[in-house]
């Protein structure tokens, strides 16, 4: 045994580096994700006497409590088309985004017996998390299309965009999952600061405000409209092309609410960058995260 520079601890070397994030055997990887995700989506549930029903009870008593609030007392909607399944639509992506990311903070820390004592890919930790998100969210969507029924929105070609619009939101949501979930491993400060950036983007999102709100508004920051600074939010982002593409055609779309293409890159290029961030910071500590534990 060697001694430091000083003589007071030992060096014990190298730490020994576990599995890596990723494994060579794709077909293992993919069902053991689905795998954790499905026995997590029914243990939720169990010994519940309405089950799966709550999944559903849960946006629909949020949304009920912002469409009183909010058409009512507030009025936030003015005058925009379908504004009850805008506002649930917005609820039931936004919460699906936070129970992914929310989710996954504590989610290796959670698993810290399988960690220590059973090889296996780690990236599968907050991916079986986004994946039991997505059950969710394919429960609540059933509300949202009763209530696209019940406003008299019919069905249109845009409503191809659906799956490229999720698959987005799921890409943006397990960037940040692999962050997180990395980061709080050694800074624990990482569960309330998200928790405050989650609530701040709920509010920063055109859900009980539409994007049309912003925009009446004057003045903005370096003289960048209030609507646009909106728009460079990534959630924003989906959730009013969601608006335009699903309930209303007449809605502005993502592209036009940020004042173009060229400038709708910068958000899309931030999903891009946080998913390659968040992927690459799990790569690196996913071998070690054993010993941080």
Do not use: C
């Amino acid at each position: 045994m060697t001694f430091d520079v000083e003589g007071i601890a030992p060096s014990l070397g190298q730490p020994i580096r576990g599995p890596r994030a990723l494994t060579d055997d794709w077909r293992r990887f993919w069902n053991l994700t689905f795998t954790i995700a499905r026995n997590e989506f029914k243990l939720k549930f169990f010994g519940s006497a309405l089950g799966y029903l709550w999944q559903l009870m849960r946006p629909l008593m949020l949304f009920g409590v912002l469409y009183v609030v909010f058409t009512q007392v507030v009025k936030t909607g003015g005058t925009a088309r379908y504004f009850p399944v805008v506002l649930l639509s917005g609820v039931v992506l936004y919460g699906f985004f936070t129970e992914a990311t929310t989710g996954s903070v504590t989610s290796v820390l959670g698993r810290e017996n399988l960690v220590r004592k059973i090889e296996f890919p780690r990236l599968v930790i907050p991916l079986s998390v986004v994946f039991t998100a997505l059950f969710n969210l394919a429960l609540n969507l059933i509300a949202v299309g009763v209530f696209l029924v019940i406003q008299g929105v019919h069905p249109q070609w845009r409503w191809v965009e659906i799956p490229l619009l999720l698959l987005v939101l799921a890409i943006l949501a397990t960037g940040i999952a692999m962050l997180l979930s990395s980061l709080f491993v050694r800074f624990r400060d990482i569960q309330p600061i998200w928790d405050v950036i989650a609530q701040v983007l709920f509010y920063a999102s055109p859900i009980i405000i539409p994007i049309e709100r912003f925009a009446q508004r004057p003045g903005g920051i370096l003289g960048i409209p209030w609507a646009h600074l909106a728009m460079l939010n990534p959630l924003a982002v989906v959730l009013e092309q969601w608006r335009h593409a699903v309930i209303d055609p007449h809605a502005p779309s993502a592209a036009q609410a940020i004042g173009g293409w060229p400038e709708l890159m910068i958000p899309l290029g931030l999903i891009v960058v946080l998913f390659a961030l968040g992927f690459w910071v799990f790569n690196r500590s996913a071998p070690l995260i054993a010993e941080r534990l």
